[in-house]
């Protein structure tokens, strides 16, 4: 599968203040996105991740290197007729109504008429917004212009979705919702990008991952081979058995209402445990094995850079 | 197609905004207050109505080119609604003269309805429609058109207030730079006149669109005004335009 964008050694620097200080946001930037993939970009605050975008859709330009956005310039205005793209907080022109919005956006593309009006009704119904269809957006709430911002970043039915923080600001059943319309971007066969510091919404939906830290990707590739399947340890809570009993299997961690949590390092320390349970006749609440997960290599590279 | 998607856009912000408004009231008070002051006036009534009239037409148009157009452009950066305008496949001149010519379409309606008011008002006077005070209003437009301009250049770098005093200098300067015109006949010829008359080249010259006078008093209007103007406003107006053009090209939006 070709690429759908390709960064290549990317940088870029800001002169900021009264007195300019430069700061380097971007140090060398190099990843590409596959055809069809979810590709997720994660980093924390003020890693980069949406300087890295702006330079993507051509708001700023890099100092150097190389970016490739269908084969083409971002700055070629035929780079971005199949892109879709939804920003970091929802700012948009509040006097529109979602229709008119939606309606503008769309003749940006050349739109027909006919096309316009069926594209958008059925975007709407996407996006779970058909209600609010007439109202001005200045009467929307942060969830409802993330769901509008999604509607609008699908208006030119685009092969490539870019989305920055698209789960920022929604409660938990819209995370899910917008969650599930990713996730059928791709099985219809588009590409994704989406940056976020929120861990589990990568973990959910990506299948490659890029993980910035300080203006540098620090580690890319396939969620699965970024993250180990090694058990690290095994989370047993217990009952009926005391703190003593416990403490040559493991660290117990807490005791609470009878019950114990304790963490046990190796297998045969998990069986043994398990055979003092059934001696003492103790009651077993919960057996969780805990693998190497993308929480632990995102604070492991944060703490190393 | 794209820019006239933008200038639709952009006049529908306009329409929408209440100091347009507001503008469009205190204009339409001060023409029809215009008729108070002719009954106070010794002589030539319908000449005050006129004279007062078209002055209004003109101070509230700049006031509406400066205030609106000075924001046009800084509130799309700052509110960031040019993220997702700028990620659609446009050209950045295609969104500065979208927005430009947005703007013009929102000065043409209120300078329609405000001459409206002005000539239903001189009708009362007169019972009849004057060619030569719509002639002085088209002159106006013409000078605001170009006054949309630099607001329009001010605002691609520079906040609205800043922006606003720039443009409004700039209305200034060009009404009162005919003085150097004086100025450059009383100089000897040498340096100091050459330096006077880059300087007079340099600056904006509004007073090529003002022909209230001559109209308002019946007089001839100078050979040829029309093709001055109208070049001048245009050779002018695309100038400016083209130094926003630069300036926004290679603009980061951080």
Partial sequence: MGSVLELQNVHKSFKLGFIPKTKEVLKGISFSVAEGEIFGYLGPNGAGKTSTIKCVLGLIFPDAGTISLFGRSPLDPKSKEKLGFLPENPYFYDYLTALEFLDFYAQLFGVSKDERTERIVRLLKL??????????????????????????????????????????????????????????????GRTVLFTSHILQDIEMICDRVAIVVGGRVLSQGRLADLVSEKILFTEITVSGLSAAELAGYGECVSIRDGRALLKVFSEEKVQAVLDLVRERRGGIHALIPRTHTLEDLFVDMVTRS | MIISVIARNTFKEAVRDRVLYLLLFFSALSIVLARVLAILTVGDRVKVVKDVGLASISFFGALMAILIGTGLVYKEIEKRTIFTLISKPIRRVEFLLGKFFGLVLTLAVMLGAMSLIFLAVVFLHTFQVEFGLILAVVFIFLELVLLTAVAVLFSCFSTPILSSLFALSFYLIGHFSWSLETLIKRTPAGATRTIIQIIYMLLPDLENFNIKTEVVQNLPLPSGIWLGAFGYGVVYTAFILLLAVLVFRRRDFI
Avoid: Y
């Fill in chain 1, 127 to 188: 996006v779970d917004m058909e209600r609010a269809a007439d109202l001005p957006l200045r009467k929307f709430s942060r969830g409802m212009l993330q769901r509008i911002g999604l509607a609008q970043a699908l208006i030119n039915e685009p092969s490539f979705v870019i989305l920055d923080e698209p789960l920022g600001g929604l409660d938990p059943l819209g995370r899910k919702e917008i969650r599930d319309i990713i996730l059928s971007l791709r099985d219809s």
